[in-house]
């Protein structure tokens, strides 16, 4: 099995470079969204499965 020490997992962002037209702002305000939204739909999954196991069998 790989083993991947954790110091080789951190991710650095330069962002004074880059295409002109990107909207970094923007970028990172959408990725912000869309992980809320994941963890909210998970916790939603989470709570449904276990009012169908409760209410159900």
């Known amino acids: 099995m790989l083993k991947i020490p954790r110091e ?8 004074t470079g880059g ?4 909207d970094y702002a ?3 305000r ?3 969204r ?3 939204f994941t963890k909210v739909g998970i916790v939603f ?8 196991a409760y209410f159900l069998v």
């Not at 080789?8 to 962002?15: G, N, Q, Y």
């Not at 295409?19 to 990107?22: N, Q």
């Not at 999954?45 to 169908?52: Q, T």
Request: charged share 15%; no cysteine; proline share 3%.
């Open 8 to 15: 080789d997992l951190t991710v650095a962002l330069e962002l």
């Open 19 to 22: 295409h002109p037209a990107m």
């Open 26 to 28: 923007e970028h990172d």
């Open 30 to 32: 959408t990725y912000k």
């Open 34 to 36: 869309f992980i809320q």
């Open 45 to 52: 999954l989470v709570l449904l499965l276990i009012g169908m």
